[in-house]
């Protein structure tokens, strides 16, 4: 017993540590920043506070994603159960064959994915809403979030690359999905490479079955939208819309 309470009373003073010492990397940030003056602050001065590449090295929008990777983290540790690989909270005996659906779309074609890391999945139930977040990558805006209402399903996928969303959007083609207008992400002082876009689709199922094999579907194409990674470099460096780059499944030429 005291070697189990020494081993927590470890891990408290660590989380201690960890927690000093990104509380000084915010009170650092915070002291270099220029001024507030009346309320207001400069294009250039939200620009470098946003990018995800400071001209220092460090600021804000790295600290959030560090903190999001903490959070991450803390979450593995505190998940109540594991359902077919995806980390679930609070959910419901409703919620399990859904997850289970999902995670089997995702496992049928991880292998695909070799050694690129994502499509770490978590699930939890909010009220009436089951909640399944996908990190397709390691980036804080490649993310798919899937919020199920009865039968009611709204997809968001946020991404950096125009191509590699609307790769994903026609891998889904034929599901019933129908997707909102294309939304881009922008201060009109952020630099160019940290424009992101989101994109929402909506799916209303028949019956519970239904519902089930629309997630699966789902679970099974994102490990190609994350692969699609060089293809979207590759048309960025040419300029080209046509690299030779092929759907894995479909044998498809982006």
């Not at 939200?46 to 903490?70: N, Q």
Request: hydrophobic fraction near 40%.
């Amino acid at each position: 017993m005291s070697a189990s309470i020494g081993l927590w009373e470890s891990a408290f003073d660590e989380r201690l540590r960890l927690h000093k010492r990104y509380r000084e990397r915010l009170d650092r940030l915070v002291k270099a920043r220029p001024p507030i003056v009346d309320e207001m602050l400069s294009n250039s001065v939200i620009a470098e506070m946003s990018s995800g590449r400071p001209v220092s090295s460090d600021g804000f929008h790295l600290l959030i994603m560090d903190l999001h990777k903490e959070l991450t983290r803390l979450q593995n540790e505190m998940s109540t159960e594991e359902v077919d690989g995806a980390r679930a909270y609070a959910i419901t005996d409703c919620d399990r064959p859904l997850i289970a659906a999902f995670m089997r779309g995702v496992g049928r074609t991880a292998p695909l994915k070799f050694e690129h890391p994502g499509l770490a999945t978590t699930a939890a139930r909010s009220g009436d809403t089951l909640l399944i977040q996908n990190d397709l990558g390691t980036t804080a805006a490649h993310v798919l979030v899937v919020r199920v209402t009865g039968t009611a399903v709204l997809v968001t996928h946020t991404d950096i690359h125009l191509q590699r969303l609307r790769f994903l959007q026609s891998l889904l083609e034929g599901t019933g999905l129908q997707w909102d207008d294309l939304v881009s992400r922008q201060s009109s002082a952020i630099a160019e490479n940290d424009l992101f876009y989101v994109a929402r689709g909506r799916y209303e199922a028949p019956d519970f079955s239904s519902l089930a094999a629309f997630l699966e579907r789902l679970g099974s194409r994102l490990v190609f939208s994350d692969r699609l990674e060089p293809c979207a470099q590759e048309i960025k460096t040419t300029g080209s819309q046509r690299t030779g780059c092929k759907d894995p499944a479909m044998g498809r030429r982006t």
